[in-house]
């Protein structure tokens, strides 16, 4: 049975609230910065990253070459952004006027309904390779017995933590063209805390993915599906994204996460929540 309704009144996280009206998404530059060693220049350091490359378009993958969201079915533990809440209201805000000035010939934009950021990539149906599912399954398991599986041991998982998760925006992480807000627990104590939970959740459902000691906290707000016509449009684009992150700071300058969710999805357009991650 699925708990979407009273995860909203559980997460009850909220965030520093540092809220003002949103302006011209181009215009914030300077006005962002709340620390010389976050701040960027989307004018200028965007020429540093690297082009990007689309990859989640085709057969087996998560969108077709129009945007549309294909079947991609399998599980995963993700916070989803508190609805109402200043995280949920700057996250749709910021990206809705970066969509403004972008379009869509590009990027396939994700409904503000699945925003979240994942605490653990749980597993897919096109993924059955070892690491990527869990090694006491077989490969050919049906997805279905998976799921009860990773179920079961989650429902047991002591969640060992206390709650909120405080993370932060930070544009300084980009290393080439992305559609993701940027995430960094606010230091390094903080840092051990979810990384400490991905290694017992993944021990617990015997899931291990190859970048999973490198992997970086996000809220993906679309999907790259076509390149840019040109290295000036890219270029472009790099620039308002990394002023898009900043925003989020200036708006949001903590964000806090609740309980993660252990989720059942048909596509990355709706993930629906099956129980919460607690103490025990």
């Excluded at 077709?64 to 209201?89: E, R, S």
């Excluded at 449009?233 to 996460?257: C, F, N």
Aim: aromatic share 8%; proline share 7%; charged share 20%.
């Amino acid at each position: 049975m699925t708990t979407t309704a009273p995860r909203r009144t559980f997460l009850g996280w909220t965030g520093v609230s540092a809220l003002s009206a949103i302006g011209a998404i181009g215009a914030v530059g300077a006005a962002t910065s709340t620390s010389p060693a976050l701040a960027k220049n989307p004018a200028t350091d965007c020429g540093q990253l690297a082009l990007g490359k689309p990859s989640a378009t085709g057969p087996g993958t998560k969108y077709d070459a129009a945007g549309h969201a294909l079947n991609f079915p399998g599980n995963t533990l993700i916070c989803h952004l508190n609805q109402p809440g200043a995280t949920f209201t700057a996250l749709t805000d910021i990206a809705a006027a970066l969509r403004a000035q972008v379009g869509d010939n590009n990027l396939t934009w994700t409904p503000p309904s699945s925003y979240h950021m994942t605490v653990v990539d749980g597993v897919t149906n096109a993924g059955r390779r070892p690491g990527d599912w869990p090694h006491l399954l077989p490969l050919d398991a049906p997805l279905e017995d998976c799921n009860r599986y990773v179920a079961d041991k989650l429902r047991r998982f002591d969640l060992g933590m206390d709650l909120p998760i405080r993370m932060v925006a930070d544009e300084t992480l980009a290393t080439q063209t992305g559609t993701q807000f940027l995430l960094r627990p606010i230091d390094a104590a903080e840092n051990a805390r979810p990384r400490d939970l991905r290694n017992r959740i993944s021990q617990a459902i015997g899931v291990r993915h190859p970048n999973h000691d490198s992997y970086g906290f996000h809220i993906t707000f679309a999907y790259y599906i076509r390149p840019f016509a040109t290295v000036a449009e890219e270029r472009r684009y790099q620039s308002l994204w990394l002023t898009a992150i900043q925003e989020l700071r200036r708006r949001v300058p903590v964000i806090e996460m609740g309980a993660p969710e252990y989720c059942l999805f048909d596509s990355m357009n709706d993930f629906k929540t099956q129980f919460l991650l607690a103490r025990r």
